[in-house]
T-cell receptor, first 114, second 111 residues
């Protein structure tokens, strides 16, 4: 069964450094998403991406964040200058264009900012 | 602000019983509704979705939607210890491009 994959599973970085989180969505899916979950808190929407552009973004997704689909398979989230409060699980999700709105989540990347 | 409310629990049920999980949402424009299961340290796993008022059954799971009351629920029949997890309610806005999640209800099924 196709699934969303994410790398790395755990990323440790120092405050102020740039990080890139990578995702490979399900191959025939056309909508891509990033969410984050701070430990013990709810899953929060960051951004949605379709047809090579951002569809929607939340207030969390400020100028420090960017997304890119550099090729036909990868979808990346870049945080330019990490802060301590960026420490969280980051989940990528995807959905197909046809059918409903069901989103399928990847296993997540745990980002720790020290 | 769009809100999705869930009782955080914990909810404990004996093995074989019915577990009932509830969710309310604030955005009347919401059109699609989802239940995810999340084990500790893992990602959300889609278990049910419902788009129309009424009941939808899939195996041991039944989702119920009442748009007039802005209420969605999940029933788990014949609960098993492996069902012990946090259940997340997610609601899609009218634009269809983002989910709003509740904080989740922690369910423990006691053998």
């Amino acid at each position: 069964e196709p699934e969303v994959t994410q790398t790395p599973s755990h990323q440790v970085t120092q405050m102020g450094q740039e990080v890139i989180l990578r995702c490979v969505p399900i191959s025939n899916h056309l909508y891509f998403y990033w969410y984050r979950q701070i430990l013990g808190q709810k899953v929060e929407f960051l951004v949605s991406f379709y047809n090579n552009e951002i569809s929607e973004k939340s207030e969390i997704f400020d100028d420090q964040f960017s997304v890119e689909r550099p090729d036909g398979s990868n979808f990346t989230l870049k945080i330019r200058s990490t802060k301590l409060e960026d420490s969280a699980m980051y989940f990528c999700a995807s959905r197909s264009k046809a059918g409903g709105y069901e989103q399928y989540f990847g296993p997540g990347t745990r980002l720790t900012v020290t | 602000q769009k809100e999705v409310e869930q009782n955080s629990g914990p909810l404990s049920v004996p093995e074989g019983a019915i577990a009932s999980l509830n969710c309310t949402y604030s955005d009347r424009g919401s059109q699609s509704f989802f239940w995810y299961r999340q084990y500790s340290g893992k990602s959300p796993e889609l278990i049910m979705f419902i788009y129309s008022n009424g009941d939808k059954e899939d195996g041991r799971f039944t989702a119920q939607l009442n748009k007039a009351s802005q209420y969605v629920s999940l029933l788990i029949r014949d609960s098993q210890p492996s069902d012990s997890a946090t259940y997340l309610c997610a609601v899609n806005g009218w634009a269809g491009n983002q989910f709003y999640f509740g904080t989740g209800t922690s369910l423990t099924v006691i053998p």
